[in-house]
């Protein structure tokens, strides 16, 4: 068929954005209606390829896979704009959402709209892992490196960066899922590979060395900064998994946020277009807003959007002229394979670290030898909160209803609750 033009492309792109709800599962499927089934401007093996490959990728996969399908129909261009498209409508959302957030949170009446949502967000993680230890722990060594990455981070605490390496290795050498054809290598020249490497690393590191000579180290701007832009590194296997990793730093080493706030930047992401890692972008700016107020809160926002997708665009610039040949590598798909084992026992701990906080008021952290151990207060157990998600647990996991209509559900019901018993 005759290619679309970059109007009619972009009118795509931006439809897809605004219509993005419902995490990555949702969201590739929409752009497989859009793209494959009803344009065909990518058939459905390049499809497939370029998500194999974006799964790879540290970062939004369903993001990634929409800059991809961009660029192979436009270049560049096309690239950004089906990129920006994909994030911008939800991040306006988030923005707007977090400043009510920060203005009134405190509110008894917000407060009780927000434990709704946190509620079926506990549901909404338990539903991610079971969705993807279905697709993940198809050998015997899945299910060992799914065990061992729960264990290292739910009681040893371990850095995120380690497991996923750790797991990459294992499933490497594993090799569970060989592959007899090798596609030739592209006719990309080194120096043009160069040039992208160098320019898109210059776009996402030049500002943060700016801020950091302009502000010093120690601002919060340039924390956030040269956080998330170490986030963007390791953030295999999209928000659900890294929140126990941003939760581990944000809540525990640094004290920007507390948990409960970091569910709520979770809840909030969860009602808005978008890919989930936009929860950054909350964290960013009610990080900066604590300290510094409103100003300096929305310049937080910006800079954890930036460090969070900028490194997005250099991961597609770079490999996609190479997506065909890296999925014809055994080892390559082997360790895709170890990583996503790894993200079952990462949200697993997700799960639980979520759990004990939504529905205890009160949970001790207990310490034996290297073992970190989570204790909850059976007293503070807060029937309501329990209630709400067991009706989000139906409506979801039985009924299937949609994550948005979930979310408010759960909310009204804990809006109904507070004026209640008010």
Known sequence: ????????????????????????????????????????????????????????????????????????LHGVLGGLAAGLMFV?????????LGAIYAAFGTVPLVEALFLGVKAAVLVIVIEALLRVSKKALRQRIHWVIAGLAFIAIFFLA???????????????????????????????????????????????????????????????????????????????????????YMAQDVVTTHGWLEPGQMMDGLGLAETTPGPL?????????????????????VAGAMVALWVTFAPCFLWIFLGAPYIEWINSQPLLRGALNGITAAVVGVILNLSLWFGLHVLFAEVVEDHAGPLTIWTPRLSSLDPVVLGLAAVSAVLLLRHHWSVPAVLAVSAGLALAAQLTMG
Do not use: N
Request: glycine share 8%; charged share 10%; with cysteine.
């Open 158 to 244: 371990l850095p995120f960066p380690l497991i996923i390496l750790a797991a990459a290795l294992a499933g490497a050498l594993a090799r569970v899922d060989p592959v007899d054809t090798v596609a030739p290598t592209p006719q990309v020249s080194l120096a043009s590979a160069a040039r992208t490497a160098i320019t898109w690393l210059a776009i996402w590191l030049v500002p943060l060395l700016l801020l950091t000579w302009t502000l010093g180290g120690a601002h919060i701007l340039t924390q956030i900064g040269w956080f998330f832009s170490k986030l963007a590194v390791v953030t295999f296997g999209g928000a659900y998994a890294v929140l126990a």
């Open 1 to 72: 068929m005759t290619p679309p033009t970059f109007a009619e492309a972009l009118r795509v792109w931006t439809r897809i954005g605004c219509l993005s709800f419902g995490g990555p599962t949702a969201q590739i499927a929409l752009m497989h209606r859009e793209i494959v089934d009803r344009k065909k401007w990518l058939g459905e093996e390049r499809f497939l390829g370029a998500l194999s490959f974006c799964m790879l990728l540290p970062g939004p996969e369903a993001m990634q896979l929409a800059t991809y399908a961009g660029w192979r």
């Open 88 to 96: 911008l409508p939800g991040a306006l959302v988030v923005l707007a």
């Open 277 to 297: 890692i936009l929860v950054t972008e909350f964290v960013g700016f009610l990080a900066a807003f604590q300290q510094d107020g409103w100003l300096i809160g």
